[in-house]
């Protein structure tokens, strides 16, 4: 079963604050006393007169501009009018509708860096709380506490320093030890505590149960803190988590998840908290919920086997996994099927990650009492109120002493004269930015005056333009590019997709037009353009081979969700090479790549067959396309609603048929295509049974070739075989590609690849090789396999591997 499209659409285009201030010099030894404070908050109040004020002037240029900007939007669109009107192009114009556009677009933008500029020097509530944790006095005595790392802070966003490294800190709760940590500083705002870190294979990661526990390696190197600590740290307080990844080919992800929390030994650690995630990796972690924590000697999955064992790796692991971010270091791809560091949805199962690192960090904010905030999430410590400063003479909690501050004072006026003079020069950056984009606007509203009072002519659709790209708005124009048209051709315009300039080659939306035509239809093209229509073979050739084009295919199910494919080069041949594909490169986006593999293919229909499957894909699939063997996409096929029975389209199965459907095994979503586990069938069959299958799916039983042939033609699919001994012993052997070949071709195995698992490969070397029952020798030995080895297989001469042994196998496609 398969969702069909509802709306199909293809388009061409042509291809034509941590504002980081630190003092170096020793700050100045002030005694200061009791008036040391109103020093502070003179200061403080020049500051904040001068940026308010400031603020104001800022505030009054920018809406200026906005307001000029927006008669200059106007003028755009009143030009472009008179481009249609006249007949000119905008060159001839002297002014590009699309230059002005363009510089627009650029000062918006730099009108939006300064006003982001703008909120990030201290505004007039942030010069209330200005920073005081680089310094600390005791009431008691006047000495000054410098904070180094052997200081115990409660969490890594409360160490007052910017620089990542090794500190000691202590949660209030449940800690009755201070821990040693490594803090990340630099990622984001800071304040993260790094769990894992793997970045060079240094540090053997499998490892028992008590190793993880209590964690192992070096916080400078590879290492892992210990599920006991991590679960202390995450039951303190809520906790995010972010996981850092990156490839070998240099490429960088992330995953993000607003909550993480585990449980502790006697709940086995279990994952019990995995919010929501964000980020660029994909999410292969939240289907982990729930799950206890397992290494090779502690079995806590639910798998009937030991998926760490399996996966060389210590994980959440469920039956088994999407992430084993503590499985082997490999380096790139690998034919090792998940037993590597890996993130499944970032580069898949068979591709071993070079970094990973694995940070949580308190993901909340508070108010602690009036004036003072802690703001643990951003990796703020702490922040006073100079109002209630003097008003309260500060907190008793913080046993700060007015009379006895007078060198921290120091620290804060030398950090009050550094802000003051950063103030001044980011206002003198925002003054040159700002007479930059007036002069700007001041150009465009000169050139807008310079050309509006051309002369108006008549301009309509029947007109002849060079492209879409030159026409004014979607709709059907008559184009006529350089070469090779004799004659100008009628097209539908798109300028609605992102800038524009789009050839629309193809549109379905309402199954109103019949798709299901001989060749000279779809070459000459057929339909409306104001409806559902082909633009036609022959129009598509001559405008791709007149210049590089790209593709894009948009695409709409009947549940409303939209997708699109796009390729950076299309090209198709001439008919005497049947319109062949012969340039289809650069795949991005959403919807997966389901026509690439047809490069090189040519066009078919149903009077037409070029396609390399004995029978007619046009006529199977009822369609026309650059089929092969068959099809991955089938954009010209029936048009149905959502659901269907009828498989890819074409009904190369008369009827529905009935599959074992294998949910349980790793992510679902099998077909089961063999199964044996009693003996209480007969497998010693002729070839006929063999083709058409046999047994009961509730039991014992074999598919059918004709079905597997049918299935793995379709589309790629992979191949699992699992096995189990008399002694309890289960292993596996897994396949990428599997195919097999038709009753002709005595379903020859035609792909066999890749091989992983843990059973040993038996299998690779039947490529190539025919189906034999004891009715059907298509083997290569002298004598009858089939006969001689009371079986039916895919024998050579003759086996390295046996139905008669086989657990159970199942098919699934290949998640692309």
């Not at 908050?41 to 904040?48: D, H």
């Not at 002709?744 to 698992?757: A, C, L, N, R």
Request: glycine share 8%; hydrophobic share 35%.
């Amino acid at each position: 079963m398969f969702r069909k499209t509802h709306l199909l659409t293809w388009i061409l285009l042509y291809n034509v604050f941590k504002v980081q201030s630190e003092a170096t010099g020793t700050p100045s030894s002030v005694s200061l006393n009791g008036f040391g404070f109103e020093l502070v908050m003179a200061k403080l109040q020049i500051l904040e007169h001068h940026l308010v004020e400031s603020n104001l002037q800022t505030e009054e240029k920018i809406t200026i501009m906005n307001s000029r900007i927006d008669n200059l939007v106007t003028a755009v669109e009143n030009l472009a009018w008179i481009a249609q009107q006249t007949g000119e192009t905008v060159h001839q114009l002297g002014l590009s509708a699309r230059h002005i556009a363009h510089n627009l677009t650029v000062i918006q933008r730099d009108l939006t860096n300064v006003v982001a500029e703008q909120k990030l020097l201290v505004t007039n509530n942030q010069l209330r709380q200005y920073q005081l944790f680089q310094s600390s006095c005791n009431a008691s005595n006047g000495t000054i506490n410098f904070e180094d790392h052997r200081n115990v802070y409660k969490s890594c966003n409360k160490v007052p320093f910017t620089a990542s490294g090794v500190y000691n800190i202590r949660p209030e709760k449940p800690f009755k030890q201070p821990i040693t940590v490594l803090c990340d500083q630099e990622y984001e705002s800071g304040g993260w505590i790094v769990i894992q870190h793997r970045f060079d294979g240094s540090t053997n990661f499998y490892r028992n149960w008590d190793e993880y526990k209590n964690g192992f390696g070096n916080l400078d190197g590879e290492f892992w803190l210990g599920l006991d600590r991590i679960y202390q740290l995450t039951v303190s307080q809520p906790h995010e988590l972010v996981v850092l990844l990156e490839d070998f080919d240099g490429n960088k992800t992330f995953a993000r998840y607003d909550q993480f929390e585990i449980s502790n030994e006697s709940g086995k650690y279990a994952l019990t908290n995995i919010g929501e995630y964000s980020g660029t990796a994909g999410d292969s972690l939240q289907n982990a919920k729930g799950m206890k924590f397992s290494t090779y000697d502690s079995d806590n999955d639910v798998w009937n086997d030991n998926c760490a064992v399996s996966y060389t790796g210590a994980w959440w692991y469920g039956a088994c996994h999407k992430s084993n971010l503590n499985g082997k270091y490999l380096r790139g791809e690998t034919k090792e099927y998940a037993t590597s560091m890996g993130w499944f949805t970032f580069r898949g199962h068979h591709y071993a990650l070079k970094s990973s690192k694995m940070m949580i960090r308190p993901n909340y904010c508070f108010i602690l009492t009036s004036g003072i905030m802690f703001k643990t999430c951003l990796g703020i410590v702490l922040l006073i109120s100079c109002d209630g400063l003097l008003a309260q003479n500060v907190s008793n909690s913080f046993n700060w002493g007015v009379e006895h501050c007078g060198y921290a004072l120091g620290l804060v006026m030398n950090k009050l004269n550094l802000l003051d003079h950063h103030i001044i020069e980011k206002e003198v950056q925002m003054e040159s930015k700002l007479n930059d984009l007036s002069s700007k606007i001041d150009s465009l509203m000169q050139q807008k005056c310079n050309t509006t009072t051309l002369p108006v002519f008549n301009k309509t659709k029947d007109d002849v333009y060079s492209s879409c790209r030159k026409t004014p708005a979607t709709g059907v124009y008559t184009i006529q590019p350089e070469k090779p048209f004799k004659e100008p051709i009628t097209v539908l315009c798109d300028q609605e997709y992102e800038s524009g300039g789009w050839i629309v080659i193809q549109h379905r939306f309402d199954g109103s037009t019949n798709f299901y035509r001989n060749w000279k239809e779809y070459k000459n093209g057929f339909g409306n353009l104001d409806g559902e229509f082909w633009l036609g073979l022959d129009r598509i050739y001559q405008l791709t081979v007149s210049q590089p084009y790209e593709l894009v295919v948009l695409l709409e199910d009947f549940d409303g969700n939209k997708t699109f494919a796009r390729y950076d080069q299309f090209e198709i041949a001439d008919e005497n090479q049947m319109y062949m594909l012969s340039k289809i490169e650069g795949f991005s986006g959403p919807a997966g790549d389901s026509l690439g593999n047809v490069k090189g293919m040519k066009f078919s229909t149903l009077d037409s067959d070029n396609d390399t499957w004995k029978d007619s894909c046009a006529v199977t699939y009822t369609g026309a396309w650059w089929y092969s063997a068959c099809h991955a996409s089938n954009l010209n096929g029936q048009y149905l609603r959502g659901e269907t029975t009828e498989y890819a389209t074409g009904m190369p199965f008369k009827e529905p048929i009935t599959v074992l459907c294998d949910q349980e095994y790793e992510s679902g979503g099998w077909i089961v295509i063999q199964h044996r586990f009693d003996g209480s069938t007969n497998f010693y069959r002729n070839w006929k049974e063999y083709k058409n299958g046999f047994g009961n799916l509730d039991g014992e039983f074999w598919l059918g070739l004709d079905r597997i042939y049918q299935l793995t033609v379709s589309q790629p699919h992979e191949l699992i075989v699992m096995l189990e001994d008399f002694d309890g012993n289960k292993t596996f052997a897994r396949y990428d590609h599997f195919e097999i070949g038709d009753e002709d071709q005595k379903y020859s195995v035609m792909k066999i690849e890749k091989y992983s698992g843990t059973a040993g490969d038996a299998f690779s070397g039947t490529k190539s090789v025919k189906f034999s029952t004891f009715d059907a020798d298509n083997d290569t030995w002298d004598n009858h396999c089939a006969v001689k080895f009371t079986g039916a297989w895919w024998y050579s001469n003759c086996h390295s591997r046996y139905i008669s042994f086989l657990y159970s196998g199942a098919i699934g496609t290949k998640n692309y």
